[in-house]
């Protein structure tokens, strides 16, 4: 019930409040003590709400605090630390704590490839894409395909990571389609525009307003 109470706190962005009472629950004796493994659950949205109040130092206290615990093995703890580490600089304390983790699975992965995204270093993004040791998410790849179009650089890349998404099983969902358009876009690649385009028609996606209207308007760019 506390849980669900942090949980609140922090989808309100009310986050002094969150930290707060996660710190009433940690030494409240009428809880279970903090290496229980509920609070696994309680750390991640913690840190959350430290992460968006820009706490100094919060990201190393809670790494410490957690593995004095002994739940580092969880993926959506880990996950949000490595979250937490990248919204801060360097990023490089990220991929220390994601190489130290005994198992890494798609979510703390997925996380590590956000953290090079929003450090603007695709070419790392793309290389922990390559180095997956699990099956990876769709998110993996829509996030890099996402950043690599925002970015305008090189957006042939965005195409590349596409195909390989496709090569190595994973199934290009709609919003990898939204953000792969305007990659295709602006290398005027009317050949990348029908691939998508028939990927699609084929998948039933072509009827979705919002990959209609970037089709139309990708064709009508490349004036076709």
Do not use: Q
């Amino acid at each position: 019930s506390l849980t669900k109470l942090l949980t609140t706190h922090v989808n309100a962005a009310r986050h002094r409040d969150a930290l707060s009472l996660f710190s009433r629950m940690l030494s409240a004796p009428d809880l279970p003590p903090p290496t229980d493994p509920s609070f696994a659950h309680a750390f991640p949205l913690a840190i959350k709400s430290a992460t968006a109040l820009r706490l100094p130092r919060a990201a190393a206290s809670f790494h410490a605090l957690a593995s004095k615990c002994g739940l580092l093995s969880s993926p959506f703890l880990s996950s949000a630390l490595i979250a937490s580490y990248g919204a801060g600089a360097p990023h490089e304390l990220a991929r220390r704590l994601f190489d130290e983790l005994p198992a890494r699975n798609a979510v703390v992965w997925s996380a590590m490839v956000s953290v090079h995204v929003r450090a603007g270093d695709l070419t790392a993004a793309v290389s922990a894409l390559d180095a997956m040791d699990v099956a990876p998410t769709a998110s993996c790849f829509n996030t890099v395909i996402a950043a690599v179009a925002e970015s305008g650089e090189h957006p042939a890349r965005a195409i590349e990571v596409y195909r390989h998404m496709r090569r190595v099983g994973v199934a290009p969902s709609f919003i990898t389609l939204l953000a792969l358009v305007p990659a295709c876009t602006a290398m005027g690649s009317l050949t990348s525009i029908k691939e998508v385009h028939g990927f699609a028609v084929r998948h039933g996606m072509s009827v979705l307003s919002h990959i209609g209207s970037s089709l139309i308007e990708a064709y009508g760019r490349c004036g076709s």
